[in-house]
């Protein structure tokens, strides 16, 4: 989005000028999927997709907002905030954790604006959250914490819109930096940067496939993993040794040890993929990736036919190191890492392989690694 039009917008709309632009990113998951509410570690990466406020502050506590994308208006008051339905509820939960947790709020007067693809699985609602979050920030005077602003937005996420996800969307768009992967222990909200590796290309493959059931698929899941954490008496199943998995077999249901051997080997693939960049093994990490995908499809059950279907589509090219479905699944996106320069062809091959065997377009973006939420106009 151009600063530019979101300024005119703004004038159109307040009949005055914006003073602050807020910015927060979309992000894509490189690695680690599922494990973010186990304790364990992900690797996300911010995307170069977001979602951009220009607001103005008020002297008094009213938030008026208005949604460029959506042609949508909400107006509310901070001292009053009543849950409602739709996009400015994802505004509304991040200003209610943020008094919750102390911050003293004023109100503004805003347009808003994004780019990150709704509904696929590239955590444009954490870039919400994080664009809001920013924009109090901004207003009302308080410091920048990523780490707190992330496990506020989530808590929104949680007790406000009522979706019960990790803690990892919200980190990535809070905390990243340029040119690098966010290497997260979930456990100990300890973050490591991890620069991709050099000519390899991140490209994000959208299915074009939804679903709507998402969250009880996402609940079950939870459930299925702490049932296996507490049979093996640990807190999370980030404490569980792939060697003593073995323990539960014949006592645990086939179904949750299977979701428990994703956790386990998914875990340990998130931390080897980090060995792998910080060597620039690209190699390795394109099998990294490939074996992720088969413990999703396979043990944690999660892939459509969809994403199954890019995935090989993806793998099959001479020019991917390797592909895997990304975010929550049964639909959205999958993630391939290809040699840098030959992303045109590999966008053009897979598009027209996933057409034949699928009947469906394909949405391709070659992505950079992009820095997390903070002010671009001040
Ligand atoms: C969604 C959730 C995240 C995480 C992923 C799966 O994106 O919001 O917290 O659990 O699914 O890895």
Not at 187 to 196: D, F, K, T, V, W
Not at 200 to 220: H, K, P, W
Not at 352 to 369: E, I, N, T, W
């Amino acid at each position: 989005m151009e600063t530019e039009t979101l300024f005119r917008s703004f004038s159109t709309y307040f009949n005055a000028n914006p003073q602050i632009v807020a910015r927060a990113p979309g992000r894509v998951n490189l690695i680690g999927e599922h494990t973010d509410y186990n304790d364990g570690f992900v690797m996300p990466m911010a995307i170069d997709h977001a979602v951009w406020i220009a607001l103005a502050p008020r002297a008094d506590s009213i938030v008026r907002i208005r949604s460029l994308d959506l042609q949508a208006d909400s107006v509310f008051d901070l001292n009053a905030l009543k849950k409602g339905e739709g996009w400015a509820e994802y505004v509304k939960g991040v200003a209610s954790e943020l008094q919750e947790a102390g911050y003293r709020l004023r109100g503004f007067d805003a347009v808003m604006s994004g780019d990150v693809p709704r509904g696929a699985g590239l955590s444009s609602s954490a870039a919400v959250e994080l664009a809001a979050a920013c924009a109090f920030s901004q207003v009302s005077g308080f410091a920048w914490n990523a780490v707190e602003m992330a496990q506020i937005a989530q808590r929104a996420e949680n007790r406000w819109v009522g979706v019960n996800c990790g803690i990892m969307d919200q980190m990535a768009s809070a905390a990243s930096k340029e040119g690098c992967a966010l290497f997260l222990d979930c456990r100990a909200l300890e973050i490591q940067y991890a620069p991709l590796p050099e000519k390899t290309s991140v490209v994000i493959l959208d299915t074009s496939t939804r679903r709507g059931l998402v969250d009880s698929a996402y609940n079950e899941r939870r459930s299925q993993c702490e049932e296996a954490a507490r049979w093996f008496g640990v807190k999370a199943l980030r404490d569980v040794r792939a060697e003593d998995l073995k323990r539960g077999e014949g006592e645990l249901s086939e179904v949750v040890m299977k979701r428990a051997r994703h956790i386990v080997t998914e875990n340990q693939r998130v931390l080897e993929a980090a060995q792998a960049m910080r060597a620039g093994d690209i190699k390795r990490l394109g099998e990294l990736f490939n074996a992720s995908h088969a413990s999703l499809r396979d043990d944690f059950e999660v892939a459509n036919e969809a994403l199954n279907q890019i995935v090989e589509c993806a793998q099959e090219q001479p020019s991917c190191y390797g592909a895997r479905m990304t975010g929550a699944g049964f639909g959205g996106c999958a993630v391939a890492l290809v040699e840098e320069g030959k992303t045109s062809a590999f966008v053009d091959a897979v598009s027209a392989a996933y057409k034949q065997r699928s009947g469906l377009d394909a949405v391709c973006y070659v992505c950079r690694p992009a820095a997390g939420a903070g002010v671009i106009v001040k």
